[in-house]
């Protein structure tokens, strides 16, 4: 329990309530009372059934699916809190959608993650904690504090307790070259090899895997990425890995399981065996199989929000 817990207060969106409740009763605190609903023709409903006055309030919410609802709810709860006078907002954003549009792809794009980073802080945020932003320069687009945690620091520790350090049949793998700096995260910590998967994009949401740069013959590999949305990428690679590398088995993880449109079909006809995510995206009930152990960043989050409330240093956290 955090000190002078009194003037600290946690609520939630509709979109990770669960997560919420566990960060609140490890601050030890009680989740705050809010009502999040639609009115009859699909407005957001927001009510705020306790005083927030001269508090610290964090607002749990991930914009995952549906986005726009869950972007939505978040926006007008950090108004409802402004206008209540609440003494600091965070915005505890443990999956930050619309952050795949970071840039101009073509002519004519819109950069939808800097559009979401004005609208969150014209709501009223006055920082924004979250994890594993998918381009890590998003942090620039906000003009307040961004504390950008890192999946990895869940992930690694478990994989070294279930597999051991140093262990010679297992290789890690970057799925694509956008994940190197993260599989090259665990290659330090658990002293392993690193592989690449050299791919060409087709079309959105469509890969062709090209290359395999790194021996994983006769080994055993772990693919690392940020996220799994329609599971393309990763099976693809995984498929790759065995029949053109001669990988012997497969595993997967990532800290956002978005897991849309066929994914879910993809992973279960995969070659994949085991597939470890985090909770900042909930698993809705048709999408709990077998092959998928989620991990909880709940103790993450409280560590950081105790830090941040206590006005002491995050970077810790970054390790």
């Known amino acids: 329990m955090i000190p002078h817990g009194t003037k600290i207060k946690v609520f939630a969106g509709n979109s990770n309530i669960p997560l919420a409740q566990q960060i609140a009763s490890s601050l030890g605190v009680e989740l705050g009372r809010a009502t999040v609903s639609k009115f009859s023709d699909g407005e957001i409903s927001v009510s705020i059934g306790e005083t927030v006055r001269g508090t610290d309030v964090f607002v749990v919410q991930s914009t995952c699916s549906p986005v726009n609802d869950h972007f939505m709810e978040l926006l007008i709860m950090i108004d409802a809190f402004r206008r209540a006078s609440a003494g600091r907002i965070t915005a505890v954003i443990p999956y930050f959608g619309y952050a795949r549009q970071d840039r101009k792809a073509k002519a004519r794009d819109p950069i939808s993650a800097k559009l979401c980073a004005n609208l969150l802080q014209s709501a009223g945020a006055d920082r924004v904690l979250t994890m594993d932003l998918h381009a890590t320069q998003i942090q620039g687009f906000f003009d307040i504090p961004v504390d950008n945690l890192l999946g990895t620091s869940v992930l690694m520790p478990y994989f070294a307790d279930k597999y051991g350090l140093h262990n010679n049949n297992f290789v890690v793998v970057a799925p694509d070259l956008g994940s190197v700096g993260r599989a090259r995260k665990f290659t330090e910590r658990l002293d392993l090899p690193l592989a690449i998967i050299d791919k060409r994009r087709q079309r959105a949401n469509v890969s062709e895997v090209m290359n395999i740069i790194g021996d994983v013959s006769g080994k055993k590999v772990l693919l690392v990425d ?94």
């Open 226 to 319: 940020d996220m799994i949305d329609t599971a393309g990428t990763l099976c693809n690679a995984a498929a790759a890995l065995v029949n053109i590398g001669g990988a012997t088995e497969v595993y997967a993880c990532a800290t956002h399981g978005v897991l849309s449109g066929p994914a879910i079909d993809r992973l279960e006809n995969s070659v994949i065996k085991e597939i470890y995510l985090l909770d900042t995206v909930p698993l809705t009930p048709e999408k709990q199989i077998g092959k998928i152990k989620v991990l909880s960043v709940a103790s993450m989050f409280t560590e950081a929000i105790k830090r941040i409330y206590e006005e002491i240093s995050v970077s810790d956290l970054f390790a």
